[in-house]
């Protein structure tokens, strides 16, 4: 069992920052790419940022510039830096990670969600 536990949602005006992270527990034991997702009501869920194992970054254009994905390797935890928060930003964020329980298939994991929402 893989458990990802998530935290630092809220409520912030717009201008203000907010600091996601999500922990990675249990039977994982090789962890390739951490990602964040956001979902807007009546929307699709939209890859917002990812980080490799290697430690390279990717971010969606929307929040290029404002948000910064970071990884803490030893504690198994993801972290998302958002600055300059704005209405359009508001959403349920979700934690994902690749990784395995063994041998060499990768899968998918994902945390609960947090709530984020921007007022203007």
């Known amino acids: 069992q893989v458990q990802l536990v998530e935290s630092g949602g809220g409520l912030v005006q717009a201008g203000g920052s907010l600091r996601l992270s999500c922990a990675a527990s249990?039977?994982?034991?090789?962890?390739?790419?951490m990602d964040w997702y956001r979902q807007a009501p009546g929307t699709q869920r939209e890859l917002v940022a990812t980080?490799?194992?290697?430690?390279?970054?990717h971010y969606a254009d929307s929040v290029k510039g404002r948000f910064t994905i970071s990884r803490d390797y030893a504690r198994n935890t993801v972290y998302l830096q958002m600055n300059s928060l704005k209405p359009e930003d508001t959403g349920v964020y979700y934690c994902n990670v690749v990784g395995s329980t063994g041998g060499i298939n990768l899968s998918n994991y994902w945390g609960q969600g947090t709530q984020v929402t921007v007022s203007s």
């Open positions: 249990g039977s994982i034991t090789r962890i390739n790419a």
């Open positions: 980080i490799t194992s290697g430690g390279s970054t």
